[in-house]
């Protein structure tokens, strides 16, 4: 074997993989097992180690672990033994305790690392370490540094030592040896780490090595695609090299020659000093940020504009005089540049290179342009807010912001020059100034926070001050600049808090859900705030229980609506934004007949009653509705050709609509024939029955709407020195339509009329008084010759005798007819209302006086249609009136005016009830009736 005395400057092994021994003890107290403490003892006088045992634990040789040389062991019970795991010598004096014995193999079976570092010779140098520590039982070792010791190499190498290897460190000054070293999977199966000086050939071919520090002064021949960091000097390169395998590669190489590098990928760092390197790579080679250093290289040619992966670090420098030209570009800006040897060939110039001259001119070609006299550096962030969530550091991004010298703030750090900085903080949330250049005096304010995040939103009336305030839960941040909207209006007065977003959207009383949005300048958010829930109406359920229909607010995008009907949950069935459907199950036999309704929608709660009825079938004899419809839910469905209670009446299209311009009291004509109808008095009427306050609506303001098929006049009435408004819509259609109003599905025929009446805000004398509102008909047949002339007719509610649900009046063969719904919602809620006939000394006069409750905004829609007899004879339609309801409905909209288009049928109403105001009134009627019509 042949055999070259090599001094060994550093020879480090570092090996992965190998189970670790638990219950390290440091100066364990167990014995050393012999044979380690054998080997130990050679090593201390080989290397003249100032260990002085005094015993056989590790304690005994006296070391102080915290020191630079130590040992440290584990203990065994089971053998009642310590085994060496760590010996850590390294530069103390020499101490000569004479030569060592004779031995032939050193033995540790549990040592991971050995480090010997002694400042002269061995005390006997034909000892081999490296031969007396290849042996089977030491394959545990992970770190095995061998420094300024000579060594013999010898064949083959190695033999056990290390299979296992992760780092190797070593390094000659001898020369001649007859093979170059080589380096390969082979022999060093597990080898990632490489450091090595030598001065003769290496041949590295390997495919698991990732670091490498290589010095050598003589041929090299390099191929390891899977290297991430490789420092090269000396070396005569052999081969070209190709790191078109090799990602996020930091690759230094210096003082060499041949250097031929032909190929590179997603490479992080590349530095050639002292090294012949004639051409610019290309922006291929690199990952975004590379660091590109070309120092005393002699290239030549144009200096590369990198756009797509724009470098971090771009130096060229060179001693003499390059052949290098060059633009400044923009994107420039975000790179710390050298480029002092290169020539410009174009007079632009960066504003991040004048913003920051005195710093940058030492590294611009010597021909830039420098700034002008009036030159003013515009510095400007991105944005001032960041969100940080969980994060402890946040990205700051804009123009002119420097190179991160001259002074910054201490928790500020660089990314990219000018452009992108990343700042750390200590909470969550904040507000501060940040310094980037004190020299320069650059600084802007920073917020930083949560991502503003909402979960519910409420939007509360004020009704005093006619403001509406937006609640808004959720996560924020209290320090950022918010801006918010509702419903494309400024919400103003804005308070923020962690949990809380707050603000108010002036003189603006929204019906339903606003949309709203808020801005934090970083992103705009989009979310809805929702009213506080109304219960406009409630459905009657019979008591074998059935469907529920509530009316609300419940808006658009409403969330977890739902109701309970005495603590049990009510099926959904459909919501809508103004309405759920849904079904109770319960039998509700021997149960009250108003039962709790609880209604929960977008985290509002509301209480109210549910009543409960028999069920009512009001469709004829047999149910059949004359042949003419069909009857659904206790009704008469008619076709689109007859109308009345029973289908038994065709509608009559022969008809003229003649409206009014100065007040609700539209004429309809046919065959002579007219009939017409006003809103005659508003009262107060006090629990007794006493006329507190009359109101006579005789002066209105009017606006017509049409379209091809409707017609909708809305008058207008506004008492002088009150909040009181009153309104009423005719509507006039051509066509059938079915409306869902106060909870009752009604079919309004073709060719009707439709009166609606809104009361808002009627100013009580007392908390205990009710209204009345008048409402006078009047017919006129001078033309007519018909037998039955005037006779008259009501259909009465079964639920209350002295209330009416319909009205007729028979001229022959064609009668005008009217339907009454005794029903109300007042301040949110359904109520049955009463709507009776009042005597009158005039044949042709007929009032009928709507009772409703106290309410603050009441509607009511009484509506009319004109039918065909088929007889053309008289008929007295009584006996077979039950239950069809006229649409007479009040609504109540809190203080909030709503304009209601209503209904469809032309109407006359009487019942033979007596009145307290009757002869007060008779007197006035005619000549009221006639100044009006």
């Given at each position: 074997?042949?055999?070259?005395?090599?001094?060994?400057?550093?020879?480090?092994?570092?090996?992965?993989?190998?189970?670790?021994?638990?219950?390290?003890?440091?100066?364990?107290?167990?014995?050393?097992?012999?044979?380690?403490?054998?080997?130990?003892?050679?090593?201390?006088?080989?290397?003249?180690?100032?260990?002085?045992?005094?015993?056989?634990?590790?304690?005994?040789?006296?070391?102080?672990?915290?020191?630079?040389?130590?040992?440290?062991?584990?203990?065994?019970?089971?053998?009642?033994?310590?085994?060496?795991?760590?010996?850590?010598?390294?530069?103390?004096?020499?101490?000569?305790?004479?030569?060592?014995?004779?031995?032939?193999?050193?033995?540790?079976?549990?040592?991971?690392?050995l480090v010997l570092s002694p400042n002269q010779d061995v005390k006997d140098i034909s000892y081999n370490i490296l031969r007396l520590l290849d042996q089977p039982e030491n394959i545990n070792i992970t770190n095995l540094q061998l420094i300024n010791q000579k060594i013999?190499?010898?064949?083959?190498?190695?033999?056990?030592?290390?299979?296992?290897?992760?780092?190797?460190?070593?390094?000659?000054?001898?020369?001649?040896?007859?093979?170059?070293?080589?380096?390969?999977?082979?022999?060093?199966?597990?080898?990632?780490?490489?450091?090595?000086?030598?001065?003769?050939?290496?041949?590295?071919?390997?495919?698991?090595?990732?670091?490498l520090s290589l010095v050598t002064s003589d041929l090299c021949l390099i191929s390891a695609n899977s290297l991430r960091i490789a420092e090269i000097s000396q070396c005569n390169f052999s081969n070209p090299l190709d790191f078109s395998g090799t990602e996020n590669l930091?690759?230094?190489?210096?003082?060499?020659?041949?250097?031929?590098?032909?190929?590179?990928?997603?490479?992080?760092?590349?530095?050639?000093?002292?090294?012949?390197?004639?051409?610019?790579?290309?922006?291929?080679?690199?990952?975004?940020?590379?660091?590109?250093?070309?120092?005393?290289?002699?290239?030549?040619?144009?200096?590369?504009?990198?756009?797509?992966?724009?470098?971090?670090?771009?130096?060229?420098?060179?001693?003499?005089?390059?052949?290098?030209?060059?633009?400044?570009?923009?994107?420039?800006?975000?790179?710390?540049?050298?480029?002092?040897?290169?020539?410009?060939?174009?007079?632009?110039?960066?504003?991040?290179?004048?913003?920051?001259?005195?710093?940058?001119?030492?590294?611009?070609?010597?021909?830039?342009?420098?700034?002008?006299?009036?030159?003013?550096?515009?510095?400007?962030?991105?944005?001032?807010?960041?969100?940080?969530?969980?994060?402890?550091?946040?990205?700051?991004?804009?123009?002119?912001?420097?190179?991160?010298?001259?002074?910054?703030?201490?928790?500020?750090?660089?990314?990219?020059?000018?452009?992108?900085?990343?700042?750390?903080?200590?909470?969550?949330?904040?507000?501060?100034?940040?310094?980037?250049?004190?020299?320069?005096?650059?600084?802007?304010?920073?917020?930083?926070?949560?991502?503003?995040?909402?979960?519910?939103?409420?939007?509360?009336?004020?009704?005093?001050?006619?403001?509406?305030?937006?609640?808004?839960?959720?996560?924020?941040?209290?320090?950022?600049?918010?801006?918010?909207?509702?419903?494309?209006?400024?919400?103003?007065?804005?308070?923020?808090?962690?949990?809380?977003?707050?603000?108010?959207?002036?003189?603006?009383?929204?019906?339903?859900?606003?949309?709203?949005?808020?801005?934090?300048?970083?992103?705009?958010?989009?979310?809805?705030?929702?009213?506080?829930?109304?219960?406009?109406?409630?459905?009657?359920?019979?008591?074998?229980?059935?469907?529920?229909?509530?009316?609300?607010?419940?808006?658009?995008?409403?969330?977890?609506?739902?109701?309970?009907?005495?603590?049990?949950?009510?099926?959904?069935?459909?919501?809508?934004?103004?309405?759920?459907?849904?079904?109770?199950?319960?039998?509700?036999?021997?149960?009250?007949?108003?039962?709790?309704?609880?209604?929960?929608?977008?985290?509002?709660?509301?209480?109210?009653?549910?009543?409960?009825?028999?069920?009512?079938?009001?469709?004829?004899?047999?149910?059949?509705?004359?042949?003419?419809?069909?009857?659904?839910?206790?009704?008469?469905?008619?076709?689109?050709?007859?109308?009345?209670?029973?289908?038994?009446?065709?509608?009559?299209?022969?008809?003229?609509?003649?409206?009014?311009?100065?007040?609700?009291?539209?004429?309809?004509?046919?065959?002579?024939?007219?009939?017409?109808?006003?809103?005659?008095?508003?009262?107060?009427?006090?629990?007794?029955?006493?006329?507190?306050?009359?109101?006579?609506?005789?002066?209105?303001?009017?606006?017509?709407?049409?379209?091809?098929?409707?017609?909708?006049?809305?008058?207008?009435?506004?008492?002088?020195?009150?909040?009181?408004?009153?309104?009423?819509?005719?509507?006039?259609?051509?066509?059938?339509?079915?409306?869902?109003?106060?909870?009752?599905?009604?079919?309004?025929?073709?060719?009707?009329?439709?009166?609606?009446?809104?009361?808002?805000?009627?100013?009580?004398?007392?908390?205990?008084?009710?209204?009345?509102?008048?409402?006078?008909?009047?017919?006129?047949?001078?033309?007519?010759?018909?037998?039955?002339?005037?006779?008259?007719?009501?259909?009465?509610?079964?639920?209350?005798?002295?209330?009416?649900?319909?009205?007729?009046?028979?001229?022959?063969?064609?009668?005008?007819?009217?339907?009454?719904?005794?029903?109300?919602?007042?301040?949110?809620?359904?109520?049955?209302?009463?709507?009776?006939?009042?005597?009158?000394?005039?044949?042709?006069?007929?009032?009928?006086?709507i009772k409703i409750p106290h309410c603050k905004s009441c509607k009511i829609d009484p509506d009319f249609t004109m039918l065909l007899n088929p007889s053309g004879e008289c008929n007295n339609p009584e006996h077979k009136s039950k239950s069809w309801m006229i649409a007479?409905?009040?609504?109540?909209?809190?203080?909030?005016?709503?304009?209601?288009?209503?209904?469809?049928?032309?109407?006359?109403?009487?019942?033979?009830?007596?009145?307290?105001?009757?002869?007060?009134?008779?007197?006035?009627?005619?000549?009221?009736?006639?100044?009006?019509?």
């Amino acid at each position: 074997m042949n055999k070259k005395y090599l001094l060994l400057l550093l020879f480090t092994v570092v090996l992965n993989n190998i189970s670790s021994n638990s219950n390290i003890v440091v100066f364990a107290e167990y014995d050393i097992d012999k044979t380690e403490a054998n080997s130990l003892n050679w090593l201390i006088q080989q290397y003249g180690m100032s260990l002085y045992m005094k015993g056989y634990t590790c304690s005994s040789y006296n070391i102080d672990q915290y020191q630079s040389n130590y040992i440290e062991c584990v203990d065994d019970p089971s053998k009642n033994v310590s085994h060496i795991t760590t010996i850590y010598y390294s530069d103390m004096p020499f101490n000569d305790t004479g030569s060592p014995p004779f031995i032939d193999a050193l033995s540790f079976g549990y040592l991971k690392t050995l480090v010997l570092s002694p400042n002269q010779d061995v005390k006997d140098i034909s000892y081999n370490i490296l031969r007396l520590l290849d042996q089977p039982e030491n394959i545990n070792i992970t770190n095995l540094q061998l420094i300024n010791q000579k060594i013999d190499v010898y064949e083959p190498f190695p033999r056990y030592l290390y299979q296992n290897l992760q780092l190797k460190i070593m390094g000659t000054t001898s020369s001649g040896f007859p093979q170059p070293i080589m380096i390969n999977d082979g022999g060093f199966p597990k080898l990632t780490q490489l450091t090595i000086t030598i001065n003769h050939s290496l041949t590295l071919n390997h495919s698991t090595i990732t670091n490498l520090s290589l010095v050598t002064s003589d041929l090299c021949l390099i191929s390891a695609n899977s290297l991430r960091i490789a420092e090269i000097s000396q070396c005569n390169f052999s081969n070209p090299l190709d790191f078109s395998g090799t990602e996020n590669l930091v690759l230094e190489i210096k003082d060499s020659i041949n250097l031929n590098l032909t190929n590179m990928n997603y490479t992080q760092r590349l530095l050639i000093e002292n090294t012949p390197f004639e051409s610019f790579p290309p922006e291929s080679w690199f990952a975004p940020g590379f660091e590109l250093i070309l120092s005393e290289t002699g290239v030549t040619g144009v200096l590369p504009h990198y756009i797509k992966n724009i470098p971090y670090t771009f130096y060229v420098t060179d001693s003499n005089t390059s052949l290098v030209t060059a633009q400044l570009y923009d994107t420039y800006c975000l790179t710390d540049l050298n480029i002092r040897v290169a020539t410009l060939t174009s007079n632009y110039v960066p504003d991040c290179f004048y913003c920051y001259w005195d710093r940058m001119e030492t590294f611009l070609p010597t021909n830039t342009q420098p700034p002008p006299d009036n030159f003013k550096c515009n510095v400007s962030l991105d944005s001032q807010v960041f969100y940080t969530d969980s994060i402890y550091n946040f990205y700051i991004s804009g123009k002119n912001l420097g190179y991160g010298d001259g002074g910054m703030s201490s928790d500020l750090s660089l990314i990219y020059s000018n452009t992108l900085f990343r700042y750390f903080v200590s909470s969550l949330s904040g507000k501060q100034k940040i310094v980037f250049s004190r020299k320069y005096n650059v600084s802007s304010d920073v917020i930083w926070g949560q991502q503003p995040r909402t979960d519910i939103s409420l939007a509360f009336y004020n009704f005093e001050t006619k403001d509406t305030r937006i609640c808004t839960r959720g996560h924020f941040n209290e320090y950022s600049p918010f801006i918010l909207s509702g419903d494309n209006r400024p919400c103003e007065r804005i308070t923020v808090s962690s949990n809380w977003l707050n603000c108010t959207i002036y003189g603006y009383n929204p019906q339903n859900t606003v949309s709203m949005n808020v801005s934090d300048t970083v992103q705009s958010l989009g979310f809805y705030s929702y009213r506080d829930l109304v219960i406009k109406s409630v459905s009657n359920i019979t008591y074998e229980g059935g469907d529920i229909t509530i009316k609300a607010n419940f808006g658009k995008y409403n969330f977890k609506t739902q109701a309970w009907v005495n603590n049990t949950q009510c099926e959904e069935i459909l919501v809508t934004d103004d309405m759920l459907i849904c079904n109770i199950k319960l039998s509700l036999e021997n149960q009250p007949t108003v039962l709790d309704l609880m209604v929960y929608s977008n985290s509002y709660t509301v209480y109210t009653k549910l009543n409960v009825v028999e069920f009512l079938n009001d469709c004829g004899e047999d149910s059949l509705c004359n042949g003419n419809g069909q009857c659904l839910f206790g009704r008469c469905q008619c076709t689109n050709e007859y109308y009345g209670n029973y289908c038994d009446y065709k509608i009559e299209t022969n008809i003229n609509f003649v409206p009014n311009d100065t007040s609700p009291s539209p004429a309809i004509l046919n065959n002579g024939v007219s009939f017409s109808f006003n809103i005659h008095s508003i009262q107060e009427i006090d629990p007794l029955g006493n006329l507190i306050q009359e109101i006579p609506t005789d002066k209105w303001d009017s606006k017509v709407s049409e379209n091809t098929i409707t017609s909708v006049t809305t008058y207008t009435y506004t008492i002088t020195n009150s909040t009181t408004n009153i309104i009423a819509s005719i509507e006039y259609s051509t066509v059938g339509r079915t409306v869902v109003f106060a909870n009752q599905s009604n079919y309004y025929s073709p060719y009707n009329l439709k009166l609606s009446i809104e009361i808002d805000d009627w100013q009580y004398s007392s908390l205990l008084n009710n209204l009345v509102i008048n409402v006078l008909t009047k017919y006129d047949n001078s033309e007519a010759t018909e037998k039955c002339s005037g006779a008259i007719s009501s259909g009465k509610d079964p639920n209350n005798l002295n209330s009416i649900n319909y009205i007729g009046v028979n001229l022959g063969g064609t009668t005008f007819y009217g339907r009454f719904l005794p029903l109300g919602i007042f301040d949110g809620r359904v109520i049955q209302i009463s709507n009776e006939l009042k005597p009158s000394e005039s044949p042709e006069f007929t009032t009928v006086a709507i009772k409703i409750p106290h309410c603050k905004s009441c509607k009511i829609d009484p509506d009319f249609t004109m039918l065909l007899n088929p007889s053309g004879e008289c008929n007295n339609p009584e006996h077979k009136s039950k239950s069809w309801m006229i649409a007479a409905v009040v609504a109540v909209t809190g203080s909030i005016f709503i304009a209601f288009v209503v209904g469809t049928i032309i109407y006359i109403i009487k019942k033979k009830k007596k009145n307290r105001d009757h002869k007060r009134r008779t007197g006035k009627l005619k000549q009221y009736y006639d100044n009006q019509l």
